[in-house]
């Protein structure tokens, strides 16, 4: 999902990956591997992120 909108991958201690992109000025701290459940907190991070980048934010 982040790949597709754009995010770079990068290593991170462990089971975490950083996500970062150019139009985003924080990054994305992902943990655990490809296929676990993601927690709420972080789905709404990543949704929040990608609506910054496209310009749909609501402020």
């Known amino acids: 999902m982040l ?3 754009g ?3 990068r290593p991170g201690k462990g089971s975490h990956t950083n ?3 150019p139009l985003y000025a924080g990054r994305i701290t ?3 591997n ?3 459940d993601a927690k709420p907190y972080l789905e709404k ?4 992120a990608i609506k ?5 934010a609501d402020g």
């Open 3 to 5: 790949r597709r909108a």
């Open 7 to 9: 995010f770079t991958e």
């Open 19 to 21: 996500w970062a992109h």
């Open 30 to 32: 992902v943990s655990g």
């Open 34 to 36: 490809d296929g676990d």
């Open 45 to 48: 991070a990543v949704d929040k």
């Open 52 to 56: 910054l980048i496209e310009g749909e």
